[in-house]
């Protein structure tokens, strides 16, 4: 990015010199030299231009450090939708929005009134212990209310409580950030602590997890 930065700078000061020896530039040089230095300049304005406007698509995305890279995407998510029946639209709305931001089916929503039958991701109620205490389990995200666990084979997101039901959707649509490997970042839905404003990923996020699952 601060490359953007220099070539702007390097344009308003071009752009300057010229107004300032303008007789020296149009009677000095040749015709060919001040074509060439105006197309130079605008190519440069033009790319710190895209640059700065497309700065969060640009930057790589912020990775959690033990992620899984899924090789069998859509991921299948089970809830048992009874007894989050609070939370249903919230968590398929969430599911949806990812599906939408990345381009492709990233997430699948099997929610059942029964037991999960090979999910790769379970929305569970935290009385629950996380991976049933047997597996080795890698905290992705984790506070008082809500968390996500990579378990052997599955990822594991418990439930506390959520307040209400704008927050359910951010703070389901956070933790799968976590399921597909994103870590917290400044900006966008993965920013943490979550505000009100950030209810979608930045376009990073979106750009690299969509170079990862949608082939």
């Excluded at 010229?18 to 190519?43: D, E, G, N, P």
């Excluded at 930057?59 to 029946?85: G, H």
């Excluded at 990812?98 to 381009?103: H, L, S």
């Excluded at 699948?108 to 205490?133: F, K, M, N, T, Y």
Aim: charged letters at 20%.
């Amino acid at each position: 990015m601060w490359l953007a930065y220099v070539e702007l700078g390097i344009f308003a000061a071009a752009v300057a010199s010229a107004f300032f020896y303008q007789h020296w530039f149009l009677t000095k040089t040749r015709q060919w030299f001040r074509v060439a230095s105006m197309l130079v300049l605008v190519a440069l304005c033009i790319h710190a231009i895209y640059q700065v406007a497309n700065r969060d698509e640009l930057q790589e995305p912020v990775w959690a450090d033990n992620a899984r890279t899924w090789s069998n995407a859509p991921l299948d998510v089970w809830w048992n939708y009874r007894a989050f029946s609070d939370y249903n639209e919230a968590i398929e709305t969430s599911i949806r929005m990812w599906n939408r931001e990345v381009g492709c089916e990233v997430l699948h929503p099997v929610p059942a009134a029964g037991l999960d039958v090979g999910a790769q991701v379970l929305i569970l109620s935290g009385s629950r212990a996380p991976c049933g205490h047997d597996e080795a389990t890698q905290v992705l995200g984790k506070d008082d209310n809500m968390g996500t666990w990579l378990c052997a084979s599955t990822a594991e997101i418990y439930v506390q409580k959520v307040d209400w039901e704008w927050s359910a959707y951010k703070a389901f649509a956070h933790e799968f950030g976590h399921v597909l490997g994103l870590a917290h970042d400044p900006s966008g839905l993965m920013a943490y602590p979550t505000t009100t404003d950030l209810v979608l990923p930045n376009r990073k996020d979106a750009k690299a997890l969509r170079a990862r699952y949608c082939h």
